[in-house]
């Protein structure tokens, strides 16, 4: 069925038990089958206290493992959204945005995959998978939650950690009529603001009590200013080369030093930090919600019931950020690294250096007063200072450089939320023991955004790089950051900075990053998006339960579900684009740099109407070492205004708002249930319990999906294959009849193209190559191809004297082949245009799915106060939306080594499935007091994994016409016998189908390189079932009133409890490096955590002082490493004080211990240079051998041995810089910070009346 119901038939002798205390019991079953069952006396309980006893009865009443909040519980404490309530729950952990709860995991499974109902209707969500967004709720609407840690036939399917049942209140079951209203007033302290919130609840019976009605309402406003440090979320950190640094006389400079203060020599890797970010957010929710109850009993047979809710939340983030990058000195790259004497990194150039006469300029070379060669740079930048290694961590933890830049953004949303849910419930007695309940679901969610959007800024154009380059050391301020003190510190330049035409000593920068400086950086970037998420849920629930008296047997129970679930993403990012085809420099003929961006500084779009508000910001968060600059962290930087950004860009005669909506998608999911069910009691019923099987068909239609590919998109970029087919490559060695292309070596016409649509420009000609005709000025030239370039195919040579080149060969000392000479050969087909570019095509995909769901539950009365129940179920959720999306994305790479990419979702992806064993054991001590102790253990399957495969694909730049495409008719498998300039031949194509693959292309001056021929691979990553996790814990809960003890203390309580678990998913194979990845944790799933409530509670008095404890938690695990949430200590306090039966006062401090949130990073698949070895130090081959100075020679080669021999250096095995789990393993090191926050606390202080 559709919800949980609480219809545990009770044995006798548990209807005894309670019996005997019922005038110490507070049992709040609804009316359940009025005059059809034996019923519990039901006893009005008020307070916190009244709830602890709720929960412990419904629990010890319960036919399976089940924790209860009740409505005392949820509205008068300090946690006011339904996900900061669950928090409170053994075996819920929550994920926080701005120190409030949003999503919820349970039992090892994250909040993908639990179930969270509303009066019997699955919620339906605002991301864009299956999370529900808790925070959208307020908690004053509830009267219950339960959460089902075990599964029966009759329980709505979904879920694989719990059954998450939230209820409102029935008009007709409460004692009394109601009518109160709650006004309570908020402040938050790093904010400074106040806001407040309204709540308020009626109810009335009417018709002899036959017919009721119940509203509920909570208005409330909540500003939060959120102070956090960060970085990259997808690549914190990188690996870096510590390059040697030489002397010209041949001594070697130190590259850093350690944390003692020791001297390092360059050779070795370290870890470093790509970038940090100070951040300023100052961010505003809104939530209103209302819930009505209509409820109908014409008799004692029949209820109806109909439940609306709504519930609208707008959050408003504006984030103003400061940003430091490193410099580009990775892999190789030595451009932008900190000078050294005559730059010398490889001491095999000491002797052969050439001087370099004022970097580059046209001169003879400098000479001293001696007449001794001056080398430029005459002085090494002091990086044995600027540097620092934590040789522990291996990590670069302090990096000061002369050419690092930053940046400043602004980025500011505001989204919506609205969520709609009715539920229209019959409950009817057939016959005296014959039950039907009908119950009729609706469900909505939508997400709007409003307005998205991203300015930053750049210094490229102000603070030239090139112009640091002869900066004196007693001048320059090296821009950085700084972590030796375990808090990081960005440091950058001071002072101002105003540009002299022509650049003179005065006009020169002596820094690249001044932040309080709005005449130093210009704008950069800006992007529009927007975006909304429709979910909707309508469902049909029938169930019939039979009551019955055979051999044990209790009760049957079937019944059937129909539900259909549609999501509807869309999508859709833009960016400006100032791109516009290259421009040739008169004089040099180069190319020339540009964007019409950056001739708007950040001057000209500051907000003049806001400055820094906080004096202490990122207290707490950053180090703040006075021998940096402070002034931007104290007194801030010129806030930049959005408006008069974008304002000014709308202003250019041709911007561009480049849009993807290539993101966009609808899944729809109809889903159909069948169960059937038996109770049973035996041993004189102290043995109770159920046994079912549920079955459950799935079908997924995934439309309105969209497929892309995504060229490059600048020009000049080269294919070798037309080149080839052009004749460029053609030399008279090869044929002396080919023609020389026409000559057009000078700015004007060096980019005229020559294949048909090339247009003469002005006081110019050009004279065909083959009939000798003159053509002038705007006249356009015919196709000149094929034709031989000298400044292409001088140096290139065809192989073994055949015509088929498969590679193209040049002597990269020769200069001939600038990609800007040959320019007008690019290839244009998806240069610049948008339309061009991005290609996007309709896509569509279905799948469908079966699965039977048996469950088992025993309950077994061992004494008249101890309990233990065993459960076996098999659950099931559906994957994630995203993962069932239709379409692809094919991104063309054509940097470096690196292949293309393709991701490629999967609708036909199963259901994920787990196989559950739970054992508990609960003890009720006395008439408030519980013990309680869990066991469980899942073994889940079938999660979605990626599996990467390589492939080719089709060539599909001039097939602008195309609308459809499948991925089966884009890929076309690896076999590097196929060539691009050959039609592809195999088992799904023939020649005449005339299918050619993507050829390798080449940008700019990677034309001077080695071209291959050859198809463009693709590594495209699938999503299959496949992957398996297992989670196994126990849950400790303890409840306990001290009423036993004197006087006031006698008010004194604890709630308290306690989750263990263990969650780990299979290794993951990576076929194409033939390797695996370790098992990760679950996310967001702590190890340990635990709940304490101490209370007191007298004459309507009551105080709470409550803590949350959750362990490290996995986040996410990138391409080389692992994120981690470390642990989180929270501190509550609740005053509830009662001036009289109809007005009482609350006061609540929220976070007092100011949590940090803080997300930190570990290694797993970084290469740092070790080796594979054996406990002697001896270096080992693949096969675990010794490797050998040689075939003759047995001794164990040394490291030098081996590194001057390459077929020694072939031999050794990388061992990946694999840190560990810090979840399991205490001495994995946590101090990688890549992003901490704080939110400060709160105080509420309200008044509530009963009317």
């Not at 830049?405 to 009817?428: C, F, H, I, Y």
């Amino acid at each position: 069925m559709s919800n949980t119901r609480e219809r545990f038939k009770l044995s006798a002798l548990s209807l005894a038990i309670l019996a005997s205390s019922a005038s110490m019991v507070a049992y709040a079953a609804e009316d359940d089958k009025k005059d059809k069952e034996e019923d519990t006396e039901v006893i009005e309980v008020t307070g916190f206290r009244g709830s602890i006893l709720k929960s412990i009865n419904e629990k010890r009443n319960s036919a399976t493992i089940v924790d209860s909040i009740f409505a005392e519980d949820i509205g008068k404490t300090t946690d006011q959204n339904i996900a900061d309530a669950l928090s409170r729950v053994t075996g819920v952990s929550i994920q926080t945005d701005d120190g409030e709860g949003t999503k919820i995991s349970v039992r090892g499974a994250q909040s993908d995959f639990n179930n969270i109902s509303l009066n019997g209707v699955s919620l339906t969500s605002s991301d864009e998978n299956n999370s529900v967004d808790l925070s959208a709720f307020s908690a004053d609407v509830l009267s219950q939650i339960n959460v089902y840690k075990t599964s029966s036939a009759d329980h709505d399917e979904g879920s694989l950690g719990a059954n998450v049942v939230l209820k409102t209140a029935r008009p007709l079951d409460l004692k009394n009529d109601r009518a109160n209203i709650t006004v309570q007033g908020r402040y938050n302290e790093y904010a400074d603001k106040y806001d407040n919130k309204i709540s308020g609840s009626f109810s009335k019976k009417f018709f002899d009590e036959t017919f009721g009605v119940i509203f509920t309402a909570a208005n409330e406003t909540q500003a939060i200013r959120r102070d956090e440090v960060g970085s990259s979320r997808n690549s914190p950190y990188q690996v870096l080369d510590l390059y040697q640094r030489w002397n010209v006389d041949g001594s070697e400079e130190p590259v850093a030093r350690d944390m003692d203060g020791n001297l390092i020599y360059g050779g070795d890797r370290v870890l470093v930090k790509n970038d940090l970010t100070y951040s300023l957010k100052q961010n505003q929710r809104d939530r209103h919600t209302l819930t009505s109850g209509f409820q109908f009993a014409p008799n004692d047979s029949t209820n109806i019931q109909l439940d609306l809710s709504y519930s609208y939340q707008q959050i408003i983030r504006d984030d103003h950020r400061i940003r430091t990058n490193m410099p580009n000195i990775f892999n190789g790259k030595v451009d932008e690294i900190n000078l050294t004497q005559g730059q010398i990194f490889n001491k095999d150039d000491v002797v052969t250096v050439v001087p370099v006469p004022g970097w580059g300029q046209n001169r003879p070379p400098q000479l001293d007063e001696n007449g001794e060669v001056i080398y430029f740079p005459t002085q090494a930048d002091p990086q044995e200072d600027w540097w620092t290694v934590d040789t522990e961590m291996r990590t670069l933890v302090k990096s000061l450089n002369r050419f690092q830049q930053g940046q400043l953004n602004r980025s500011q949303e505001q989204n919506e939320t609205t969520n709609k849910v009715a539920t229209l419930t019959l409950e009817q007695w057939l016959t005296d023991s014959l039950y039907l309940e009908v119950k009729a679901g609706y469900s909505q969610t939508e997400f709007d955004v409003i307005d998205n959007s991203s300015v930053s800024s750049a210094t490229w154009q102000m603070l030239h790089r090139d112009e640091l380059k002869d900066v004196p050391l007693d001048e320059l301020q090296p821009v950085g950051i700084d972590c030796t003190t375990g808090d990081c510190q960005m440091v950058v330049g001071e002072g101002s900075f105003v540009r002299t035409p022509g650049g003179s000593q005065r006009g020169r920068p002596t820094t690249t990053f001044i932040p309080t400086d709005p005449y130093a950086q210009h704008l950069g970037g800006l992007s529009l998006n927007d975006g909304y998420t429709l979910d909707t849920n309508k469902s049909l629930y029938v169930d019939l339960d039979w009551d019955v008296d055979f051999a044990g047997i209790t009760k049957f129970e079937t019944g059937f579900k129909i539900s259909q679930r549609d999501k509807d993403v869309h999508r859709q990012n833009g960016r400006f684009d100032d791109k516009t085809a290259t421009v040739f420099d008169p004089v040099t003929q180069r190319p020339i740099t540009s964007t019409k961006l950056s001739t708007f500084t950040i001057n000209e779009v500051m907000d003049v109407n806001q400055s820094f508000p906080y004096d202490d910001w990122m207290d707490g968060l950053v180090a703040k070492d006075s021998k940096y600059s402070l002034g931007f962290v104290e007194n801030g930087w010129p806030l930049i205004d959005a408006r008069k950004a974008f304002s000014a860009v709308f202003s250019l005669p041709d911007y561009r708002l480049v849009t993807d909506d290539s993101q966009s998608r609808q899944t729809i999911q109809d889903n159909y249930s069948l169960y059937a069910k038996l109770n049973f009691e035996f041993l004189d019923g102290r043995l109770t319990g159920d046994l079912g099987t549920r079955f459950v068909h799935t079908e997924i239609q995934a439309k309105k999906g969209k497929s892309a590919i995504n060229f490059y998109s600048g020009d000049g970029i080269f294919d070798p294959v037309s080149m080839v087919e052009r004749g460029l490559f053609t030399n008279p060695d090869i044929d002396p009849n080919m023609p020389e292309c026409p000559n057009v070596y000078d700015v004007q016409t060096q980019s005229m193209l020559i294949d048909g649509t090339g247009i003469v420009p002005d006081e110019h000609t050009i004279t065909d190559i083959r009939t000798g005709e003159i053509y002038s000025a705007g006249q356009t030239v015919p196709n000149q191809y094929p034709c031989y370039d000298p400044r292409v195919g001088e140096r290139s040579v065809n192989v073994n004297g055949q015509n088929q080149i498969e590679y193209i060969n040049y002597d990269q000392a020769n200069s001939n082949r600038g990609w800007w000479w040959g320019f007008r050969h690019a290839d244009n087909s998806t240069a610049l245009d948008k339309e061009k570019y991005l290609r996007t095509y309709d896509s569509e995909g279905e799948g469908e799915s079966d699965i039977w769901l048996p469950s088992l539950n025993l309950n077994y009365q061992l004494t008249d106060n101890l309990i233990t129940r065993f459960a076996a179920s098999k659950t099931m959720s559906r994957p994630v939306f995203d993962d069932l999306r239709p379409g692809f994305r094919l991104n063309e790479n054509v940097w470096g080594l690196s292949q293309s990419n393709m991701t490629a979702p999967n609708p036909k992806l199963k259901p994920l499935q787990s196989k559950n064993l739970d054992l508990s054991f609960e003890w009720y001590f006395n008439k408030e007091g519980q013990l309680s102790l869990a066991f469980f253990k899942k073994d889940m399957s079938d999660f979605p994994e990626n599996v990467r495969e390589l492939f080719y694909y089709r060539d599909m730049r001039t097939a602008y016409d195309t609308t459809e495409l499948t991925y089966e008719d884009l890929l076309i498998s690896h076999d590097e016998t196929l060539s691009a300039d050959a039609p592809i031949v195999n088992d799904k194509y023939s020649a005449e189908d005339n299918v050619y693959c993507m050829p390798n292309r080449y940008v700019k001056g990677q034309i001077t390189s080695p071209m291959h021929l050859g198809c463009d691979e693709v590594v495209v990553e699938f999503k299959v079932n496949g992957a398996s996790t297992r989670s196994k814990g126990l849950e400790f809960g303890y409840r306990q009133t001290y009423d036993f003890l004197p006087g006031v203390l006698s008010g004194l309580g604890m709630d308290f409890n306690y989750t263990y678990a263990k969650t780990e998913s299979d290794p993951t194979y990576l076929e194409i490096t033939d390797s695996y990845l370790d098992g990760v944790p679950q996310k967001f799933t702590p190890k340990h955590s635990a709940n304490t409530s101490l209370y007191w509670q007298k004459a309507g008095n009551s105080m709470r002082l409550t803590h949350r404890y959750s362990g490290i938690q996995f986040v996410d695990r990138l391409e080389a490493g692992r994120l981690w949430l470390d642990e989180k200590s929270q501190l509550d306090f609740a005053f509830n004080y009662k001036v009289n039966n109809r007005i009482s006062l609350s006061f609540n401090a929220l976070n007092l211990t100011n949590v940090d949130n803080r997300i930190f990073f570990t290694s797993t698949e970084f290469d740092l240079g070790d080796k594979l070895q054996n406990a002697d130090g001896n270096y080992l081959d693949s096969e675990g051998q010794v490797i050998s100075v040689s075939e003759d020679d047995a001794t164990p080669a040394t490291w030098d041995q081996i590194q001057s021999s390459n077929d020694l250096k072939g031999k050794l095995v990388p061992v990946l810089f694999n840190e560990g789990n810090p979840m399991e393993d205490s001495n994995v090191t946590t101090k990688r910070t890549v992003s901490n926050y704080k939110t400060g606390r709160q105080f509420r202080l309200g008044i509530r009346v009963n009317f």
